[in-house]
């Protein structure tokens, strides 16, 4: 089940994701954290007798109450796809407001601690699962006014595979991907809502295939690492990203 906060909208990261676990024939749930449910996240959830859930991640208890909910009406949640992030203006290190750093730390690895603490005992119960992080390609090469974003991100690769490493034993998998630049709405308004301006600047310039990612080729890397065929994978950075960091 998706736990979708990442603020992409044009497409949904999480709708397309959803769209490939009703292939796959999942119940699944949506968290949406902090904003309003996507109507489309939604209608996919029910269709599927799923439920959609709005909570802020960076609420221990709020993310405990969600998944005791969850639990309650769809029985012990046995795949996270946590998706949380928060991106911030670029500014350089010295002008990097004290509470843009610490908004960015607990959106974006303590909205992912918080999900995979509370859904752990509940896979433990089920006998197994599986977390999917969505990190970024910035957890491994920096990227200019990011430092922020880039540490919160690099950070989410430590905490997958300490999780992977405590409960391997228990059939537990955690893994995180870590996407290049995005096709969204949300990559589009850096260049003011210009998709092909930001196709031209930051996809081919940035990604040796020369275009951005696909929220689909996103969706279909989580579904493979949440699935039974990754059953032996575990505690790895799958990098999709056009090629991003070979330049």
């Avoid at 969505?134 to 919160?152: D, E, K, L, P």
Wanted: hydrophobic content about 45%; some cysteine.
């Amino acid at each position: 089940m998706p736990i979708r906060a990442k603020r992409v909208r044009s497409p949904r990261l999480d709708a397309v994701t959803q769209k490939q676990r009703e292939k796959s024939g999942w119940t699944q749930s949506s968290w949406t954290a902090g904003w309003p449910s996507s109507p489309e996240a939604a209608a996919v959830a029910a269709k599927v007798g799923g439920i959609a859930v709005t909570l802020d991640v960076i609420d221990p208890a709020a993310c405990a109450a969600a998944v005791a909910q969850v639990a309650d009406r769809l029985g012990p949640p046995c795949i996270l796809v946590c998706s949380a992030a928060y991106f911030a203006a670029r500014v350089p290190v010295a002008e990097l407001a004290d509470e843009v750093w610490e908004r960015t730390m607990r959106v974006n690895i303590g909205g992912h601690f918080n999900m995979a603490k509370h859904c752990i005992p509940q896979m433990i119960a089920a006998g197994g699962g599986s977390i999917v992080h969505i990190s970024s390609i910035m957890a491994r090469v920096a990227n200019h006014g990011q430092t922020a974003y880039c540490a919160s991100k690099g950070a989410i690769t430590m905490l997958s595979k300490g999780i992977a490493l405590d409960y391997a034993e228990l059939g537990i998998r955690s893994n995180t991907i870590q996407p290049g630049g995005i096709a969204t709405q949300g990559m589009a308004d850096l260049y003011g809502g210009d998709m092909e301006e930001a196709e031209r600047v930051w996809g081919r310039v940035m990604h040796p295939v020369g275009r951005l990612g696909r929220v689909e080729e996103i969706a279909d890397a989580a579904v493979f690492l949440a699935s039974d065929r990754a059953s032996f994978v575990t505690g790895i950075d799958l990098p999709v990203e056009g090629g991003y960091s070979i330049r």
